[in-house]
């Protein structure tokens, strides 16, 4: 079951296309598309409560509130000596009587008397009136007597104050983070053995085309493996998609619509590879158009030129539809660069522009001004420590190979000519897509 909220929240696609600047179905600016998708698409907004591990990789639905301050007490940063910082001579140096001692879950809970200091272990409280930590091999030790010299130390080092990490009623992490590693241990900080998040966003997809065969069918003359549903599915699942695979579609009009609707029916969004182009045995765009409110673009990059965006219905569910070009090098670039952005955003997730970075193009790249490309290419270290790029061959949109081989994307931006060798182009880690 998907939830009626998407459809009942769905504005209405040809007003916004129609308020996008300078908006050509048949030349598409790879900016203006990212822009009808962002006002087109809607977060879902189902909440559900799970277990802190199984948390990872989704999407925070409310802030997380420190409860308490973390750390609840100043504690000792180092292995050392805890003193009163008043006791330090102007040059740092000290001679005081050790008196005891705390350990991390075990704190010193005497009077520290001027003069005196504490044995204290890294983690452990720090005794009443304390406020400075020595590191013991910073100490001399005779008897218990500890000689502290002068240059090493001044009041208030390596003490750890309460609530310096979090403090007590402030949000330790915002809804609409996507969790980390990071953010689940910081939750675990505050004793918290559950989250709230947003539901699981279910996606289907199908690849059409009949010259498309399954993993253990014979290659029949003329066909290739249908390699699409298995980015794709590699791709869903890195983002954290519930998936539903509906295989291969025959280029048929009753089989596309069958499988379109039951996509539909079950899913949030729909994605289909293959026949939005402007082939003679493509149905797909029909049938599509025949489901509900669709766009056909062909946008301005390369590669990854022809694209289906809408929302399709079925049975009173809404899903969003992303019907990509079939090129297997072109879905991926079409995923990364609209699908993605827009599943997150349906998520839940507060978005993030992609990290690019700036490098030296090894090779010159040649480039028309009026369309974006993005060449697979590798990340290099020069001799003189700069990152350096270059592309990895073949870059026919057919090439799945230099795509594996590659560490991310050149982007050569809609306005940009080519680039020499030497000079720095923007760079994008398939590492940030993730
Ligand atoms: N006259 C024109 N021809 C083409 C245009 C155009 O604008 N005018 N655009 C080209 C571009 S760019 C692309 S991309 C393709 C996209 O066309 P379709 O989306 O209709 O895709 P298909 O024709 O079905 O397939 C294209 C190509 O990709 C292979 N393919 C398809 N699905 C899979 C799959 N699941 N796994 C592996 N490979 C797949 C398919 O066999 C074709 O070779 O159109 C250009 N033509
Ligand atoms: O969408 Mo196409 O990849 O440019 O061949």
Redesign the pocket.
Known sequence: MNTPTTSELAPDLAQIVSCVAGYDPNALPVSRVQEVIRRFVQPLRVAERVDLRAALGRVLAEDVIAPQDVPAHDNAGMDGYALRGADLAADGSAALRRIGTGLAGHEFRGDVPPGCCVRIMTGAVMPAGCDTVVPQEFCRIEGDQVRIPAGVLKLGDNRRKRGEDLRAGEPALRAGKLLRPADIGLIASLGQAEVMVWRRLRVAFL???D??RSIGEALDEGC??????YTLWAMLTRLGCEVLDLG?VR?DPAALETALRQACENADAVIT???????EA?H?RAVMASLGDVVFW?IAM?????MAFGRIESAGHGAMLF??????V??MVTFYHFVREALLHMMGAQMQPLPLLSVVAQTTLRKRPGRTEYQRAVLERLPDGRLATRTTGDQG??ILRSMSRADGFIVLHHEQGSVQAGELVDFLPFEGLV
């Open positions: 690849s059409s085309g010259e498309l290739v493996y249908d390699s699409n549903r291969v280029d590879s293959g026949g939005v182009s402007v082939g493509d797909m062909r390369r590669p990854g030129r022809p019907g990509l070009p079939g090129n297997p072109a879905v949109s057919g």
